[in-house]
């Protein structure tokens, strides 16, 4: 898959396909300039979660990855196949529903993916006053027994 300022959509078969669309996305977040930052959109059981783990995978992170829905974040590290150390940060702000809690916590979490050169990937983005610029926008939504992927790529 390879950066370009236009909308696509994905149709995913299965949870598999959804876990390989995040493997894919690993390039293009680690080849971008400035923060990775991945929002993640559509609702329970859409296949966020799943789509980080394949996004984790790609990133050489071995650990099980689950929803952090009530830590909130998770920070993982891994070494690529590229042989380079590659952090994840895994933010969930589905339980906040004060906008100025969401923010909060986005911005110390976006502080330290910047420090650690770390992916952000964050669930639930709906949750803040705003959305983050220059960030992928992924949303997911049931289709049937599939499922519809809409990538947006910073500024679209």
């Not at 789509?51 to 993982?76: K, R």
């Not at 891994?78 to 986005?106: C, T, V």
């Not at 910047?114 to 639930?124: I, P, Q, R, S, T």
């Amino acid at each position: 898959m390879r950066q370009s300022a236009e909308i696509r959509v994905i149709h995913l078969a299965d949870a598999a396909a959804t876990a390989a669309l995040g493997q894919a996305l690993a390039s293009l977040l680690l080849n971008g300039v400035g923060a990775a930052t991945l929002l993640l959109q559509g609702e329970l059981g859409a296949g966020k979660t799943c789509l980080v783990q394949g996004l984790a995978l790609a990133l050489g992170i071995d650990e099980p990855i689950t929803s952090p829905t009530f830590a909130l974040a998770q920070h993982y590290g891994g070494l690529g196949a590229d042989g380079q150390p590659h952090a994840l940060i895994h933010l969930d702000l589905y339980r906040l529903e004060q906008p100025a809690a969401a923010a909060e916590l986005f911005a110390q979490e976006e502080e330290e993916a910047l420090a650690l050169g770390a992916v952000l990937a964050v669930e639930w983005p709906e949750r803040l006053p705003w959305l983050p610029q220059g960030a992928w926008r992924l949303e997911l939504h049931h289709d049937g027994d599939r499922r519809r992927a809409v990538l947006r790529p910073p500024g679209a």
